[in-house]
């Protein structure tokens, strides 16, 4: 049976391209958790005093809830009627902060930090989160401050170390952050963050090779650090070292700086309620295969907006990739009946379609949502999954081709045309060459890896199967794949057992 991308595919590829997927978004989740822009501070901390804390804290404040998202708006109301009912409790009063924070109300979220240590919360978690909101308010010396008084206290808590190196380095103090960062190798010596941000620090400073000795570290504790990977570029490009400059910089580009998770990151996904990051985490569960938590999910956001398109068409989604077609189909027709030319809602039916065997509907459906965006890659995608259905590889393959001269840094949709041409049509050596743009793009990608490393194997290349498959175990996160590749080049190359 030929292989639809956006259906089935080999098993190892496809594990692998969940790994990939749900990494990034976890990751993405940390960044989201921590990052706190909150109202202005004054610089003088909390106000921890002889004198002790000042337990006369006011009621949270109410909003206008009902001028929400009816999801945010339900959640952050709960919460904030747990806060009102046991006034003095300090962990509610930090949970409706973390959930005012992460949905974007963050001037309120400072506000419910502040009263928490107030009302005695004994961690480090309000105190670090208030410093993080005066950061992004603009006031680093205030955050700073904050910061400080909070470690004065929690001398081991590594994340609150980590965030002071980074206001440091904002400030312009090397030296500084480089102390703190020193004080997050100690505490956590397994987390990639505190080697990356000494590498920064001195790197800054100009110790370069200094500089190269912790990044390289820091990359070999997560491959997956592309903030790091992109200093590491810099210093290898400061150094004179061009060709590792050039990948290092590559595999980093596009990073953020993400903060050291802490034992709030985590608990921040139950309170993320907007549209966005719902479909995110919707996303992280069908990357993982856990389809049916996809669909139950979904239907909840559904009952919430069930005139949304883009709700109707990843549920949708979810559906069929949990085994229900018809359920799909029925949904998306309905949908569609009610906005008719809706691009998301055609592309979703075409896939549903073309899964139910409907293939002249699901051609139909995405050429309709082509001709209504003309310049969106996913339509072409649509067209060329349809025309793979019908067994029309030569069609898929120049709908592909329309995609990648939309979107040109797409990584996918390479490994999707490489595919095609691989797999289906047998065009080995044009589908190396889209492997290998895909791999240009992103060095540490494991499709992209381990496509290579699989097409050097047929192709009789074993020096460079064997690159490649050393570069996928450095990655770390699919022994069995590795393991896999490993055996078929040896058999390949007809090893003694």
Known sequence: MKWLWATNGPPRAARLAGVWKAGLVLAGVALVAV?????????????????????????PVALDWAAMDPLVGGHLEDLWRGAVEVRGDAVRRSELGLALAVNGLWAEARQCFVEAIRLGEKGPLPGLYGAVALSEAGDLEGAVVELEQVLTRHPEHAPSWHRLGRLRMGLGDEAGAEEAFAKVTALAPEAWHGWAGLGDARLRAGRVEEAIEVLERAIALDPYARSARHRLGQAYQRAGRAEAAGLELTAGMAATLTPMPDEWSLAALGHMKALPDQFEAADTLMAQGRTGEAVRQLRGVYQVH?????????????LVADGQAEAAWNLLMAALAGRPGEVGLLMAASRVAVERGMTDRGLALAQEAVLRAPRLAEAHVAVANAWIGREDDAEAVAALERAIELAPGSVELRLQLGDVLRFNLGRVEEAQGQYRRAWERDPIHPVALERLASVEIERGNWEGAMGRVRALER???????????????????????
């Open 306 to 318: 069930p005139d949304n398109a883009a709700v109707a068409a990843r549920l949708g989604l979810a």
């Open 475 to 497: 990655l770390g996160i699919d022994r069995e794949a590795v393991a896999a590749l490993k055996a078929e080049l040896a058999a390949a190359r007809g090893d003694p057992k």
């Open 35 to 59: 990052a706190l822009a909150l109202g202005k501070g004054t610089g003088r901390g909390f106000g921890w005093g002889a004198g002790g804390l000042d337990r006369k804290v006011p009621l």
